[in-house]
């Protein structure tokens, strides 16, 4: 279940309608928003029928992958940005390298198994003697070293990269393009060896859990590839077409943003796929309840994004278990407020931009009624987030950060005392210089409810009296909302709505990083860098210490609002009853092998 960061969809924003009724001045909830999640759900689907062998060997299990546009069909995770590509090449097991437990600590049996040495300041990663890739070559130390070379090539499309990474020796050196390899990854017994042990400046807490943003998890298939240029490595057969994979199935074929099917990887060192056939379709978010209804898929991808509207719809069915646990993801709104410098490779703060102004993102913030939203409209499963830091990482989260609730009238002073004011018998405020001042929202196209949820937003914020619209006047489709959002300097997206799919190590750095060019929003500060490097220096190994550097970087996140929580939620399914082995719980690292079907047909 380990996960890098990536972008949501659409999907992930919470789906309403119409807020009028309910968008008072002040918020009628609690202050902290933190309730959590009123509904209770099991991680897992104990289903006690035999199996049936016939099903299991001739049928077809079906999955659907809720979104609303074509996946983009990059099967690599070192260059995948979205988690819709995630979801569908899953059952190929993302070429993870670790076993974990149930807090997604790093323990021996997986791919390969890992030693740290803090006194030598070493990692050593170890391939299992039976790993293979599923055209049946073997997964070598060269596989695990070259994801590294994609990530920080100079011409790389990968936007994994962040300061982070600099820890390894001679990374740095060759991601500016000064070395041509890099120096601090070596081979003990040969490239087409087993071993292969990285040299660092620091060993961190951060390393002993998978996902993490210091050691990349994931192997690539280097004589695979390595004819392919980094650069053009995304776009390639190899990564879009023809892919290898390490986990319990194989790729049978791809329809281009529709479609992926499977059968069992003969050459998986694990616990053997039992189900011959998968196909996981793209089902948009305005038919998937009713797909569901009609008994169309068995599930909904464990990674994929339900919502609470779609909870109401299903939660009732008779041949279906609705199955869940808190989410590695959260809603949140970014500001646009500075660029990213593509020679120095660091994103740069510009103090005269539109969003500079942290009274300004305070009351926007403040404007919204997410409480509201959420009670109405989450149906039990969805909360306002009151940090960025989300609830299943119980030990770093900060229960006691109020975040932005509801506050027209704290929102309006923020403006007023900030000189953004109304001039001229005006009915929007101009910027502290008496300029024309118009914000551009951008969103995701979802569904209607959720079209009917971003026309309240600019209802709120238009109530304190800023001129907000849509970019280009209506809604993005998703791939073009990213494409925009990603472009080192772009104006034409002042503030968004969007949603993270998070790692299993909650260090920040990769999405907020001064080098981190999922840093969309581009703020940064020497505050923001240092609270980051405080979760993982030597004393971070004092856990005590470690909390408190987290919780301190989420009241520093709040207090700067350049990039604010919007919801928490459940991630759930519904689970067709003829399936059997289901279970999404962290510590399941055999999730798609050990699924049977207890008979031919959906239940």
């Known amino acids: ?70 996946f983009q069909g990059i099967s690599d995770p070192v260059l995948s940005t979205n988690a ?82 600099n820890n390894i020796k001679g990374m740095a050196a060759y991601h500016t393009g000064k070395a041509k390899t890099i120096s601090g990854i070596t081979f003990p017994d040969g490239e087409k060896g087993r071993t292969a042990v990285l040299h660092l400046d620091k060993v961190t807490p951060a390393m002993q859990y998978a996902g993490n943003s210091f050691i990349w998890s994931t192997v690539e298939p280097y004589e695979y590839i390595k004819n392919v240029p980094i650069a053009k490595l995304a776009s390639s057969s190899q990564v879009r077409k023809n892919p290898l994979f390490t986990g319990p199935y194989k790729l049978d074929k791809v329809v281009e943003g529709e479609s992926t099917t499977w059968s069992p990887n003969k050459y998986y060192y694990g616990k053997k796929a039992q189900i011959k056939h ?98 109405k409209f989450g149906n039990g499963i969805t909360w306002r987030a009151n940090t960025l830091i989300p609830p299943i990482f119980e030990k770093y989260y900060d229960s006691s950060a109020k975040g932005f609730p509801l506050n027209i009238k704290k929102a309006k002073k923020l403006l007023t005392d900030a000189g953004y004011k109304k001039r001229n018998g005006s009915k929007w405020r101009s910027d502290p210089n008496g300029k024309k001042l118009t914000i551009y929202f951008g969103a995701m196209t979802g569904t209607s409810a959720q079209a009917a949820q971003y026309q309240d937003y600019l209802q709120q914020w238009h109530k304190i009296g800023l001129n907000v619209k849509f970019t280009g006047g209506k809604t993005m489709e998703m791939n073009s909302f990213y494409a925009t959002l990603q472009q080192p300097k772009q104006s034409k997206i002042d503030v968004y709505a969007a949603a993270w799919g998070l790692s299993s190590e909650p260090t920040p750095t990769q999405l ?69 082995g289901f279970d999404i719980s962290p510590a399941n690292n055999e999730f798609w092998s050990s699924l049977s079907l207890t008979s031919s047909k959906l239940e």
């Not at 119409?18 to 609690?30: E, F, G, I, V």
């Not at 209804?293 to 009732?316: C, E, I």
């Not at 581009?522 to 408190?548: D, P």
Request: charge should be positive.
């Open 84 to 165: 819709e590509d995630s979801d569908v090449f899953s059952p190929g097991g993302a070429a993870s390298l670790w076993k974990v437990d149930k807090n997604y600590k790093i323990v021996d049996g997986g791919l390969a198994n890992q030693r740290i040495n803090r006194k030598a300041k070493t990692v050593t990663i170890t391939l299992r003697s039976n790993a293979k890739w599923s055209n049946g070559s073997k997964v070598t130390a060269k596989d695990i070293e070259y994801p590294y070379e994609v990530i920080a090539n100079p011409k790389t499309t990968s936007q994994q990269y962040s300061a982070d990474f």
């Open 512 to 580: 907020y990083g001064e080098d981190a060019t999922y840093n969309m929003g581009h703020f940064v500060s020497k505050k923001n860098t240092q609270l980051i490097n405080n979760m993982n220096n030597n004393k971070a190994w004092n856990e005590s210490y470690r909390t408190k550097a987290f919780k301190e970087w989420q009241q520093y996140m709040n207090e700067q609002a350049a990039v604010a929580p919007g919801a928490f939620s459940y991630n759930w399914g519904p689970v067709n009853k003829r399936v059997k």
């Open 278 to 375: 998968i196909s996981i379709n793209v089902v948009s978010s305005n038919n998937i309840d009713k797909a569901i209804q009609s008994k169309k898929y068995d599930f909904t991808v464990p990674a994929s994004v339900m919502r609470g509207t779609d909870y109401k719809q299903l939660k009732n069915l008779k041949d279906y278990k609705m199955v869940g646990q808190p989410a590695l993801s959260y809603n949140y709104f970014g500001f646009n407020v500075g660029h990213y410098d593509t020679k120095t490779q660091k994103n740069v703060m510009d103090k005269n931009s539109k969003m500079a102004n942290k009274n300004l993102r305070q009351a926007m913030m403040y404007a919204l009624n997410l409480d509201a939203i959420d009670k």
């Open 1 to 70: 279940m380990d996960k890098k960061k990536l972008a949501l969809s659409a999907v992930a924003v919470l789906a309403t309608i119409s807020l009028a009724a309910c968008s008072n001045n002040k918020s009628s909830s609690s202050s902290s928003g933190t309730t959590g999640a009123s509904v209770k759900l099991s991680a897992s689907y104990n289903n006690t029928k035999a199996t049936d062998k016939s099903a299991t060997n001739n049928s077809t299990l079906k999955v659907a992958e809720p979104n609303d546009s074509p």
